[in-house]
């Protein structure tokens, strides 16, 4: 059965040998060749064979160890078995650490691009090409009122497109999920409390492999105030051509009146 794992003084043991002189072999009394090895005392190993596991480079990894209670003859035909072994272990291992570090680099690329997400003022959204929503930044609930579980799965323009919007909204989803991207355009959030803001989004896609759209990527900056202050100074502006159009209207008004005067 499968033993869990354990530390193991190497010095004063057979091991500390393998480790020294590579492989090495005991054929009896390794207890008493060994004394200061508590382990094998324990157990009353009688011989011993141990065979180092290396790395492509070279590096030492680990040990394969054969014990027996009883003495053990030499087999010349046993070696070339236990050479490949360590080597395939050394391979697995080494696979292993690989897969480990990849594991541990994607989990520290994640932290990060999540912390990114959820510090960036910018709303990022992510959906599938049907639509529902797979990601919901903390810009987003700010923005909208909704907390990424009440949204997360559903459409996005269910609680976040007016009605009167939803086709255009929803042909632009269609024409980035074909494949034309990245796009930009302009349109409303209904917050939860019904206020509306105006949202100026820049879209991108991600590709599956045979390069057909996977999900789609929405940032988007509120822009309300902006466009708030854009209309009030065209109104200004309108205000002021009225004006000044009377102003000159007035002034020949006069003008008239005092050619006819004259």
Known sequence: GRVDDFEYELKGSPCETVVANDPCF?????????????LLQQMQMESYQGIPVHSVAGELLGIIVLLHDRPMEPIPE????????????????ERMESERALLEQLAADQNYMSTILETTGALIIVVDHDGNIITFNRGCEQTSGYSRDEVIGKPFWKHLIPEDERPAVIEALKSLSAGHFPATFENHWVRRDGEMRWISWSNTCTLKPDGSVDLVIGTGIDITEKKAMQHDLLQANEELAEQLGAVAQER???KQIMETSG
Do not use: H, K, Q, Y
């Open 252 to 254: 020949n008004i006069r």
């Open 78 to 93: 046993l070696d070339p078995t236990l050479t490949l072994l360590a080597a395939r272990a050394g391979a697995e291992m």
């Open 26 to 38: 005991f054929c009896d009394s390794v207890c008493r060749r060994f004394p200061e090895d508590a």
